[in-house]
């Protein structure tokens, strides 16, 4: 189910709340990274299923959220998104470019 879930689209962000309200500030910064970003994404509300919400930090190996996952693979939490924005590689990333 999560393999499903992290493959549902190409970039697809887990975090708290969703596209239109963000429900921690982690997640409403990385919001504002993505939607500046001008990359198509879909987002999952963790604070909705428990069970994902769990799991995933076991299947990702990732304690915390958001996760990104790019073509289903971790890209990493909000410090990597910024680090990659910073760095000029988050648009190649989004785009499944590396």
């Known amino acids: 189910r999560l393999k499903s879930l992290i493959n549902k689209a190409p970039v697809m962000l887990f975090m708290k709340?969703?596209?239109q309200m963000a429900k921690c500030g982690f997640s409403k910064q990385i919001l504002e990274i993505m939607n500046s970003s001008g990359v198509?994404?879909?987002t999952f509300d963790i604070l909705e299923d428990?069970?994902?919400r769990q799991g995933?930090?076991?299947?990702s190996n990732w304690p915390t959220y958001p996760q990104?996952?790019?073509r289903?693979?971790?890209?990493?939490?909000?410090?990597i998104v910024k680090e990659l924005?910073?760095?000029?590689?988050?648009?190649?990333?989004?785009?499944?470019?590396?």
């Not at 995933?56 to 299947?59: G, H, N, Q, V, Y």
């Not at 289903?72 to 410090?79: I, K, Q, R, S």
């Not at 924005?85 to 590396?98: C, I, M, R, T």
Request: hydrophobic share 30%; glycine share 16%.
């Open 17 to 19: 709340g969703n596209k």
């Open 40 to 42: 198509d994404y879909e």
């Open 50 to 52: 428990e069970e994902v």
């Open 56 to 59: 995933l930090k076991s299947f």
């Open 68 to 70: 990104l996952y790019v």
């Open 72 to 79: 289903g693979e971790l890209v990493g939490g909000l410090d």
């Open 85 to 98: 924005k910073e760095s000029g590689e988050l648009l190649p990333v989004l785009k499944g470019e590396n």
